[in-house]
């Protein structure tokens, strides 16, 4: 009951969060966290649940952000539409790339999604007619304004925006948390404990593996709609490899093979930058020393540390209930 | 255009030559360590950084400047695996955990030389840059030609050391078989820090070499590792004559045709021909994952 | 009825024959053993019949099916499931965990109804763990039901691996080597099991090296040597056969 209470107070928390912090650089800044909780929430799903590290998420973050960008642009798609499309055309992009890619594991495949990522961004900067290469594509068209109880709401203005990231950042996890919860995510954990076991009960690996990267990837591409929509300009820089390297320590040092982990990253790591700004690239010193302790130190990430017996964790409701009507605790 | 291939294929080797001298070290860790370093390029930004304080704030000459930058960053090599790589491997040794470890390590090298000495772009003084040799077509600074003569007599010392010395057969068996070797004698922890000496001092060199060459800065690092990865991988990784054959022939081909193409096209065929290898025959041209193969 | 038929499989590595024309099938509700000294190439014909590897030649049956080609995962959802000869264990889960990841083919829940965590899902779910504390009470492992697998004694991630292939409603279960390792008492344990699994309806078919289980609970034996069937039959006969006595114990030295 009391863990309960507490939810209901954090999320109560968040969504006056803007209200209280009236200065349109803290709502910047809740809305870059919530994006990246998109991103790192995704890639904990690779990194998490298939136990493989994708060095190429950077460039699944962009390719939504193009795919979003230039519907509106070139197709005069409202944001609506261009959101969803971009999240299932970043999704079949991560299906396609994982159809060889997945065939490896390990390292193999870390470094090919480190090519992966570097092709991309190469094709991004060279199809100059189509994405005006380096110099980005500006202009890209916010998701307008609707009219509520008589006011005009803009979705250029960062209060709304926070509550459309809020909302995207919610399903997300809502989605992700459920997929982990049930056969699916049964699926994933015995692709990446023991594939050949797995396979003998008849879980296939390979199919779980594109599963797990096709959504992660789709949700990844998500994360740059919102992204391109908010910032209304967009360029390679912000999807190259240390972007990828920035998600992926987001998801390490917070935790994974957890949902909470990635949340947790990834707000340190938004937050971390700013309060740390004034230090100019000594923070990086700093976020790379974190991640080799903790790599080190502290594989279950900050997570870890605070996480009790792993038997009443996972017990969720309806597990409570069968073992209720079978007597055990 | 004919004229200027001598020209393009001199500039190739000479490429080849630092692709080799950093590949070496990134395979040979893989190949008798299991490890990928992520870190391997700041290794060689390291090695140019040490060599530019040498000349430059110790006035020692160039050539002993190399010298004192091989064993500089060799120290660097054994810190890495002495304080990284060891640790995990005693508590959590999965693959992607030595990836994460030196993605870490890059990052933090990397910025720690930006905050200590900015981002400014040097070049270490070198006499060689100044002379120039000319035969039929081809120009060359003596420093390009010093670049392929030290790659190729640190290649041979190695080839011969792999193959001929006590420790270089404790290295293969090391490779080929971890346990094996354990069991008959062979010291393993030495042999781990040993090969990151090794490989760490190739990439110093090489940065030595190309500091003065072209420049030394903190992100050189960064771009010097994305094509020792690919050469690793289409040579095989573990396998020391598979970087070579990699190492020249990408740079080969890369010079050849960027007198064709654009230069940012030019990494494309680089990335390609990596994803093609990784998914046909992931092991490389001469590639078993059963050692440093000579 | 036939429930699985292997004809002339045939398997080599590089140069070494494991399988060669190995013939034999095994009929619904027996217990089938397969022995012969090691290196005779029961693992691969396992590995060759439940798909982890495929035949140079031959033809594999099963349940009046070609299999021969079927992938690994596909042969499972047909009904033939096996264990392997190290313990494979989730390491992380708890033994109810990991007994109902075995669940998975007969859990209907489809992605919708997951990602929304539906009615369906969710009552799936708790089918999934209650059909998986039935099979644990039936192997007497109740007591470890949440004792994390990696803290298992060996013998009872042996009876684990059982439980999880149990898990998957085989309606042939091949254990191979489900002795290995295990003292007499667990033995005896094992062999009440396979015999209490057999009468639920499932057919049975061992890799064993241990005779007395063999002898004990099998009706009909397969001997293997040198990758080649040398025998079968019932059991007492292949104790009498001579050649199966010769490849055991050796010939009589000439005085």
Redesign the interface.
């Known amino acids: 009951m009391r863990k309960h209470a507490l939810k209901a107070a954090a999320i109560l928390g968040i969504i006056l969060l803007p209200a209280l912090l009236n200065e349109p650089f803290y709502q910047h800044i809740l809305i870059t966290a919530g994006i990246n909780v998109i991103l790192a929430v995704s890639l904990g799903i690779i990194?998490g649940y298939l136990?493989?590290?994708s060095?190429g998420h950077g460039a699944f973050y962009g390719i939504g952000a193009y795919a979003s960008a230039l519907l509106c642009l070139k197709l005069n798609l409202p944001f609506a539409f261009s959101f969803f499309i971009a999240t299932f055309f970043t999704g079949f992009m991560g299906y396609l790339i994982g159809i060889?890619?997945l065939?490896?594991s390990?390292?193999?495949f870390?470094?090919?999604t480190?090519?992966?990522q570097?092709?991309v961004i190469?094709?991004i900067?060279?199809l100059v007619d189509l994405t005006r290469g380096p110099m980005g594509l500006s202009g890209i068209p916010s998701p307008g304004e609707f009219k509520l109880f008589g006011a005009t709401i803009s979705f250029q203005d960062k209060i709304p925006y926070f509550y459309l990231t809020l909302v995207v950042v919610l399903v997300v996890l809502?989605?992700t948390s459920?997929?982990i919860?049930?056969?699916?995510?049964?699926?994933f954990?015995?692709t990446r404990?023991?594939p050949?076991?797995?396979?003998?009960?008849?879980?296939?690996?390979r199919?779980y593996r594109m599963?797990a990267f096709a959504i992660s990837t789709a949700i990844a591409g998500s994360a740059g709609s919102l992204y391109a929509h908010y910032a209304l300009f967009i360029s390679p820089d912000s999807f190259h490899?240390p972007e990828s390297?920035y998600l992926?320590?987001m998801v390490?040092i917070g935790g994974r093979g957890t949902i909470a982990g990635p949340v947790i990253g990834a707000l340190m790591l938004t937050l971390l930058p700013e309060v740390l700004r004034f230090t100019?690239?000594?923070q990086?010193?700093l976020?790379?020393?974190?991640?080799?302790i903790v790599?080190?130190f502290m594989?279950q990430g900050i997570v870890g540390i605070f996480s009790k017996s792993?038997?009443t964790e996972?017990k969720?409701?309806?597990?409570i209930?069968?073992?209720a009507?079978?007597g055990?605790p | 255009m004919i004229e200027f291939i001598p020209q393009l294929i001199a500039n190739g080797i000479v490429l080849g030559s630092i692709y080799v001298l950093v590949a070496l070290g990134l395979t040979m860790v893989?190949g008798i360590v299991d490890v990928?370093n992520f870190a391997h390029g700041e290794f060689y930004m390291l090695g140019a950084f040490v060599a530019f304080l040498v000349v430059d704030h110790l006035g020692v000459p160039y050539l002993p400047a190399v010298l004192v930058t091989g064993v500089g960053t060799a120290v660097f090599g054994f810190a890495t695996e002495k304080i990284?790589i060891r640790?995990?491997r005693l508590?959590?040794p999965?693959?992607?955990?030595?990836?994460?470890?030196t993605?870490?390590?890059?990052?933090?090298?990397?910025?720690?030389v930006?905050?200590l000495f900015g981002p400014d772009l040097r070049k270490i003084p070198s006499p060689f840059m100044k002379q120039i040799l000319h035969f039929s077509n081809v120009y060359l600074t003596v420093q390009r030609l010093l670049v392929f003569l030290v790659a190729v007599a640190l290649v041979s010392l190695l080839a011969y050391f792999v193959k001929y010395t006590a420790l270089g057969s404790q290295m293969r068996a090391t490779a080929q078989n971890f346990q094996a070797a354990r069991i008959v004698g062979v010291n393993t922890d030495r042999v781990f820090f040993l090969t990151f000496m090794i490989g760490a001092a190739l990439a110093g060199v090489a940065g030595a070499l190309v500091g003065a060459m072209f420049v030394t800065e903190p992100t050189m690092g960064?771009h010097i590792i994305?094509k020792a990865?690919?050469v690793v991988?289409v040579g095989g990784m573990g396998s020391i004559s598979g970087s070579i054959v990699a190492g020249m022939g990408l740079a080969l081909v890369e010079t050849l045709a960027g007198a064709f193409m654009p230069a940012?096209?030019l990494?494309?065929i680089g990335?390609?021909l990596?994803?093609i290898v990784?998914?046909t025959k992931?092991t490389g041209i001469f590639g078993t994952k059963g050692g440093a193969s000579a | 009825m036939e429930l699985l038929k292997v004809s002339n499989l045939t398997k080599s590595f590089g140069g070494v024959v494991a399988n060669s024309d190995v013939s034999l099938d095994i009929h619904e509700h027996e217990i089938v053993s397969i022995i012969g000294p090691n290196g005779a190439g029961k693992t691969t014909l396992f590995n060759l019949i439940?798909?982890?590897d495929k035949p140079d030649s031959g033809n594999i049956q099963f349940a009046g099916e070609d299999i021969t080609s079927f992938?690994?995962?596909?042969i499972?959802?047909l009904g033939l499931?096996?264990?392997?000869q190290q313990t494979?264990?989730?390491?992380?889960?708890?033994v109810v965990?990991a007994v109902?990841?075995?669940r998975?083919?007969h859990?209907r829940?489809t992605?919708l109804?997951?990602?929304?965590?539906s009615p369906l899902?969710?009552?799936?779910?708790?089918k999934?763990?209650?059909k998986a504390?039935d099979i644990i009470e039936f192997l007497g492992m109740q007591a470890r039901?949440?004792a994390?697998t990696q803290n298992l004694p060996y013998g009872e991630q042996k009876l684990l691996n059982i439980a999880?292939?149990l898990?998957?409603e085989p309606k042939l279960l091949l254990l191979d080597e489900p002795a290995a390792g295990t003292n007499p008492i667990e033995a005896k344990r094992l062999m009440e099991t396979i015999k209490k699994i057999k009468e639920t309806g499932v057919t049975v078919g061992l890799v064993e090296h241990n005779m007395r289980l063999v002898m004990n609970i099998s009706e009909k034996v397969f001997v293997l040597n040198y990758g080649e069937l040398i025998a079968e039959g019932k059991p007492e006969e292949i104790l009498k056969n001579a050649e199966v006595v010769e490849v055991y114990l050796g010939r009589r030295k000439r005085a």
Request: glycine share 6%; hydrophobic share 50%.
């Open positions: 990194v136990g493989e590290l060095l060889p890619a065939r490896l390990g390292h193999y870390a470094i090919a480190l090519g992966f570097g092709i190469l094709l900067i060279n809502f989605l459920n997929l919860r049930f056969r699916h995510g049964q699926a954990v015995a404990e023991d050949m076991l797995a396979s003998s009960i008849g879980v296939d690996p199919k599963l490899l390297i992926a320590t390490i100019g690239n000594l990086f010193v976020y790379g020393l974190m991640l080799m790599v080190i594989p792993r038997k996972d969720t409701p309806e597990l209930d069968a073992a009507k079978h055990t | 893989f990928v990284l640790p995990l508590r959590n999965h693959p992607i955990n030595y990836v994460l470890v993605v870490g390590l890059s990052t933090f090298l990397l910025n720690g930006n905050v960064i994305v990865f690919i991988i940012e096209f990494d494309i990335f390609s990596m994803i990784l998914l992931p | 439940t798909g982890v992938p690994a995962p596909k499972a959802s499931v096996r264990t392997f494979k264990i989730f390491r992380d889960l708890t965990e109902m990841t075995g998975h083919l859990d829940t992605l109804a997951a990602l929304l965590s899902a969710r009552q799936e779910k708790r999934s763990y209650e504390v039901q949440d994390i999880i292939a898990a998957a």
